[in-house]
């Protein structure tokens, strides 16, 4: 419960953040049969413009020997940390190329989240429990959303400019074609992605 | 022998039973061994090849399930990750160590080949087994038999989990002995697996083995290759030993039968030669040994009635014995026995030449006289009665231990010892004395008198046979001369055969017209011309030459074959006459009638008959009878004579002069014409005063009794002379000439004065 209040807490401070000005887009994403894909990653990438890192922060639990979320997409450079809400260990680990690491069995949360400053998939693991799998999508930009049940994501506070928009989701086959767009001030862009794969 | 040959072939029946179902046992327990071996062998060889299957199968899982479990240690994924090719190779070969893999290849997720334990043979190039990976895309893992390095293997494939698939581990294991000998085990075959195109190593002897080749299904289209092959042999080892088992109590079986069928076949064949020998005893006569079987069977009720039928036989043959012995009207011994005792009697007494008795047989041969008449007259139940009552008399009259004997008709015999002649006439005697009182049967007193033939061993012959046929002999003598009794007279039996012989050719003559007609004139003493004609037969006998009548008439009278010549002559003659009339000669012919012929009442019918057939005047005939003959019987002579002449025949008394008849008899026969006996005229001269005597009284009494007065034997000119001068009316004689046959007699007659 309180991971949840701090996650709407987090939402609310970006958005108060955001300029009133700002476009936004709302994405669809569904299967070639028309099915909403759930858990899909949409982010769109500023052209020719440098974001600043992000010195936010993100939580990654392990409950019911689950990890929750099971898709968690970061801005580079957030910490994540990995509370473990179960009264069993764990060994989180990633053999990923964007962040590989390990941590050693562990119970309750570890001092020091892990940084994930490399963008890419981060495919965790737990050592001891192999059917326990989650995501952590990093990307180099803050515009960034998850598809809820409906396959709807919602990337607000965009400012005017091209961006290329992205989706990615765990099994997928292929990635569906990044989509240029140009946003006006204030301009709400609808925009689908029919993805490959499972939803 | 037979009853052998029937054991044998019982026997031999059996044991061919017996064998056939033995070898039909034998024989369809071997092809249902062959059939259940090919079945079973083939079966085996099914199942191994499942079996194979099934190891191979159950391998590849538990490969699997090892290699699983290794791709899921953390320090190999670790390894993995680290994509530090030397790293990821020493990790691949140390692991695949742990489960004794042959080779291991890690695979990208793209399907390159990252690194291998087979010296980087296959690294950085497509994965060889593609249809392998293909498969463990889909499935998540997979195996397969393939032909790797020219070598059988089995490969595994699973995913590198971290723990979302990052590569493909695959791991090959060749298929080695072990695993062979696992199947080996289990299915007791021989089994080789190879790979590709070349022939089984192992290339077992088709005859000794039985094969199944099987292609095994590979991952990738490469040829594995397995032959599973039975020893036929071993395979056989427990038919064998059944076939052997059944042989053995087939035999068993066989030999415990065979004594079996031995026993049976005894069983029934020793009861069979108890009854065959017991049929053999009734052949040989023996009714009295019984047939003992001692069986409550078909054979012993065989042999019960084998012991009826024997003393029925027995009784059966006294019975024919006695008939075939034994005169059925009388009782009396027959012909055949009475030869039998005779023949016995005979060759006792040659044994006691030396008894007090003396070694003599006499027999007594007996013939009612006129049985015939009696038998005619009065009937044949008479007849038989008379019979019966002669032959009861005869018994009477001997001793206990003669013989009496019915021969046959009204002939009978008598056997007795006769130490001398006087003996044995005095036997004769005494059977005539014994028919001195007549028999009467009803109402009828029947005379009977017998001829009696006597002959006695040793003095007349030498054996039954021969002294049987002289008293037979004697009796005809006794006949002949009206004597009674008779006694054989040595001598007689040469002419007795030819008389025998003559009786028997006389049967034939007529048939074989071996009779002729002979003709002898008679002439008229006063006008010397032939008025008459006497037929005389002659028999032209084919060895003896011509016969006279009074050569055969009397064996014809005896043989009863006179009647038959009689009626020929008689035929022949009014024949001849008629046709002599029809030429001019005006004859009457004269014809001999025996005594016999006077007793055959149908004969003046017969003559009768001829007579108006031939269309002549009764008077034309002249029948000629001795004076014996009519004296024999002189009533039924004289009423057979009184239809002849009642017919208008005429009629003569033949050698008058020879018989004892009384001139009163002579008076009452209704005759025309008298012959003087040829004895009294032959010799006939004015010297001879006792015989003129004789002929010129006779001449007299024969004029005086109005009869034609005939002399017989007239050969000289005086005797001719005399007799006219007697007044005799006719004669004839070789004075004239001797007899002629027919056309001689015509020819002599119309050259000759006498004819007319």
Known sequence: MKVTVRLIAAVLAAAIATPLAAATIEARVTDPRGNPVRDAVVYAIPDGRPLPLAKKSAVMDQKNRMFIPHVLPVQVGTAVRFPNSDDIRHQVYSFSPAKTFQLPLYAGTPATPLVFDKAGVVVLGCNIHDQMSAFIIVVDTPYFDKTAADGRASLGGLESGRYTLHVWYPDMRTEPQPQNVTLKSDERMTVSFVGHGRS | ????????????????????????????????????????????????????????????????DSLRVLALDFAFREAVASADVPTITSVLANHGSRIAADAVVLVQLDGIVTADTLG??????????AGLLRDAQNRGEASATVSFANRPYQFVIVPVLAPRPIAWVCAGFEIDDRVLTDVRRLTSLDISIWSGSAGSPLAPDESKYATLFEPLPTGDGSRVNALLARDLEEAQKPFRKLELQIFALSTIVLIVAVFAAVIFARSVSQPLRVLAEGAGRVERGDYVTPIVVQQEDEIGHLATAFNQMQSAIATREDEIRYQATHDALTGLPNRTLFLDRLSYAIAGAKRNVGSPVGPSVGMIMMDVDRFKEINDTLGHQVGDQLLIDIGRRLEHTLRQSDTVARLGGDEFAVMFTAPTFKHAEDVAARIVGAFDAPIILGDVSIDVNASLGIALYPAHADDAGTLMRHADIAMYDAKREHSGIAVYEPGRDEHTLRRLSLIMDLRQAITRDELELYFQPKADVESERVVHAEALVRWNHPRHGVMRPDEFIPLAEQSGKIGLITKWVIRKAIAQCAEWRRDGLDLTIAVNLSALDLFDSEL????????TEARLPPASLVLEITESAVMKDAAFAQKMLADLKRRGVCLAIDDFGTGYS????????????????????????????????????????????????????????????????????MAQGYFMTKPLPAEAFKAWLRASSWGN
Request: glycine fraction near 6%; charged fraction near 20%; charge should be positive.
């Open chain 2, 604 to 611: 003046p019918i017969f003559i009768s008959g001829l007579l």
């Open chain 2, 120 to 129: 980087g043979r296959l690294s950085r190039k497509p994965f060889p087994f």
């Open chain 2, 1 to 64: 022998m037979a009853v052998r040959s029937f054991q044998a072939r019982l026997l031999y029946l059996l044991i061919a039973i017996l064998v056939l179902l033995d070898a039909g046992t034998l024989i369809s327990v071997y092809f249902a061994g062959q059939r259940t071996l090919r079945n079973t062998v083939t079966e085996q060889l099914r199942v191994g090849s499942r079996v194979l299957n099934r190891i191979l199968d159950t391998r590849a899982r538990q490969l699997s």
């Open chain 2, 662 to 729: 009384s001139l009163a008899h002579l008076k009452r026969l209704p005759v025309d014409e008298l012959k003087i006996d040829k004895s009294f005229v032959l010799n006939l001269s004015e010297s001879a005063a006792d015989d003129l005597v004789i002929v010129r009284s006779t001449i007299e009494l024969g004029h005086n009794m109005g009869l034609v007065v005939i002399a017989e034997g007239v050969e000289t000119a005086e005797s001719w002379a005399i007799l006219k001068r007697l007044g005799c009316d």
